[in-house]
């Protein structure tokens, strides 16, 4: 067996197992997948046979489906198409009689790729998707990070670390970014307080109204994996994909697994949303029965005002008179009346004691509010070749407060920009800025390259999905869509032949190209030193008249007579190497009678016989 043949297939194997990181092992079907790829690893452990190694291939490009239905984004894509090459490869060394050489094998299976462009792509636009291919239940761990939590309790944290892994990445339809105060990105929502902790509560998640069928997305979300379902949006845009549902409390959930990164596109509307008009619940001013009396005492004050829009005045007042300062490292609350502690003592916290505080406030006065946790800002970055977007990371994971006001629902207040030295507050004037590239490390810098060329191959690639499809279905065929099996199955059928042509057409090709061109070489030489050769005369004949007429080329002559007939007529080495000297040795030869030529030319010849 060639060492073509014995290696391609462990490269090939390398490539399925980085693929396989990127598996979200919470579902049945990544197991399946990774099932197989360990049993191709095993089975390819000890196959010795041809028939052997091609049941190995034949499960490997099977993984390799798997993972492309799974992980479409460009880097797995990336691995996929290298994985496929590398089996085909080894397919072809297999089945050649002789030793070829590892460049010419991946050029065959980069045409038989070619040749099967036709019948994907027919597949791709014409046949029907599927739905997702797993779930997760978003309230539980799995493998990723992420800088939320599914409750907020800022007293019992002393010292905020800073988080700069990736969290989500979004492009928009014009590549300019939005204005600093409409950077707030909303995920989850805790409207349930016991006087410590704020908690989500279960969620009834339904379908929303969605944006035209095929529209281009105004917004493109690519999110890291994380623990929760919910995804990051500006909380008013129309989902341009059928997995996006919504619930009363405007957390959006994207249908599928949470551990795996996820993209998604959003059309922007003018529309208040429908969360935003929902009416109040009673718990929405709930408190614990005692605990926090002076903060209890201040909004108790404010319950005089008629109007919520002046209780909410006269918190942001009293917040800006009584000098509040912005710090990750506060230190611990007391376990009891945490927040009497901050607002009348420490007045030192982050952004989850400003809404934690500020929430509890207008519940005692009467109004009814909630904490929303989420990210705030990113930064705008202009990749040198991708599509420009905007970076959020974990670091921009922020918390603040919705209140209900009869006149316009629910509005979001910040109170963390009341307090000095907040980052709503400094933020604001560089958030319009693209990054510069001088204020980062080489590998920041080529990463958010790769990022914005990942942001371009999922505009392209994951802009298709099954609401586009449905759009070019209808456009396609209207109301007459019994047509449909039938183009599928004429597409199917001239795809079949175009890439068979293709490979017929490559196959014609001659499989020694480089001694035919040489061999033209050596004739035009021969010309130019006046013997040209004869009708139906042989190489051989050829190189010994030359050698006559010019006796101090004779020995090369004679030797480049002998190896071409060794290089045309006799078996191929077995051996890549021995093959190479071979090759070698031509070359060498052809490039000495090149030199001796000028001299021979000036040396006095012998009579032609």
């Not at 492309?68 to 089996?87: C, K, M, R």
């Not at 009497?340 to 009467?366: I, K, N, P």
């Not at 070359?587 to 016989?609: E, N, V």
Request: overall charge positive.
């Amino acid at each position: 067996m060639s060492l073509p043949s014995r290696r391609l297939p462990w490269l090939a194997m390398g490539a399925l197992v980085l693929g396989c990181l990127g598996l979200e092992l919470s579902g049945l079907l990544a197991w399946c997948t990774l099932a197989l790829v360990v049993a191709a690893g095993l089975k390819l452990g000890e196959a010795s046979s041809r028939d052997g190694r091609r049941q190995v291939a034949l499960v490997q490009l099977i993984c390799c489906g798997l993972l492309a239905a799974q992980l479409p984004g460009l880097l797995p894509s990336l691995l996929q198409l290298t994985a496929t090459v590398l089996i085909l490869a080894g397919l072809l060394s297999l089945e050649s009689e002789t030793t070829v050489s590892w460049s010419l094998l991946i050029r065959r299976s980069l045409r038989v790729l070619a040749a099967s462009l036709p019948l994907a792509l027919v597949l791709f636009l014409l046949v029907p998707r599927i739905g997702p291919l797993g779930n997760g239940d978003g309230r539980h761990g799995a493998r990723g990070t992420t800088g939320l939590s599914a409750e907020l309790d800022p007293g019992s944290i002393a010292e905020l670390a800073s988080d700069e892994a990736p969290a989500a990445r979004v492009a928009f339809a014009d590549d300019r970014p939005p204005a600093p105060g409409d950077r707030y990105w909303r995920v989850l929502v805790h409207p349930s307080f016991d006087g410590r902790r704020w908690e989500r509560q279960p969620s009834d998640f339904r379908a929303l109204p969605s944006g035209p069928l095929g529209q281009k997305p105004d917004q493109l979300w690519l999110v890291e994996p994380s623990r929760f379902t919910a995804v990051p949006w500006d909380g008013r845009s129309l989902p341009l994909d059928t997995r996006l549902r919504q619930d009363p409390l405007g957390e959006l959930e994207l249908d599928q697994p949470p551990a795996n990164a996820r993209a998604y596109p959003m059309d922007s509307v003018a529309a208040p949303p429908d969360w935003q008009r929902a009416p109040p619940r009673p718990s929405d001013l709930l408190l614990p029965a005692a605990g926090d009396p002076r903060l209890r005492a201040l909004a108790e004050g404010w319950r005089v005002l008629p109007e919520p829009q002046q209780r909410v005045a006269a918190a942001r007042a009293w917040f800006l008179k009584a000098g509040f300062r912005y710090d990750t490292q506060p230190g611990a609350l007391p376990e009891r009346d945490g927040l009497d502690a901050f607002l009348f003592e420490t007045r030192v916290g982050f952004c989850g004691h400003y809404a934690s505080a500020f929430t509890a406030l207008m519940r005692a006065a009467g109004v009814p509010a909630r904490v929303v946790t989420g990210y705030y800002g990113g930064e705008w970055v202009v990749p040198v070749g991708g599509s420009p977007y905007l970076e959020l990371r974990q670091s921009h994971a922020h918390a603040w407060s919705e209140v209900w006001l009869p006149d316009s629902g629910w509005n979001r207040i910040d109170p963390s920009s009341w307090a000095a030295g907040s980052p709503e507050s400094t933020a604001r004037a560089a958030e319009g800025a693209p990054a510069r590239a001088g204020l980062m490390n080489p590998w920041q810098w080529l990463q958010r390259q790769w990022w914005g060329l990942d942001v371009a191959w999922s505009r392209w690639w994951l802009g298709f999905d099954r609401a586009g499809q449905e759009a070019l279905l209808q456009q396609l065929f209207g109301a007459n869509r019994q047509w449909l099996g039938w183009t599928i199955l004429a597409g199917l059928v001239i795809g079949v032949l175009a890439g068979l042509a293709l490979i017929g057409r490559s196959g014609r090709q001659p499989r020694q190209d480089w001694l035919e061109r040489d061999l033209k070489r050596l004739l035009s030489l021969l010309r130019g030193l006046a013997v040209p050769a004869r009708p139906g005369e042989s190489l051989q004949s050829l190189c010994s008249r030359a050698g006559e007429r010019h006796p101090s080329l004779a020995p090369i002559l004679a030797d480049l007579a002998n190896q071409h007939t060794a290089l045309r007529f006799a078996p191929p080495p077995r051996d890549v190497a021995e093959a190479r000297r071979a090759r070698q040795a031509w070359k060498l030869a052809l490039r000495q009678l090149k030199r001796s030529c000028r001299d021979a030319i000036r040396q006095p010849t012998s009579s032609t016989p």
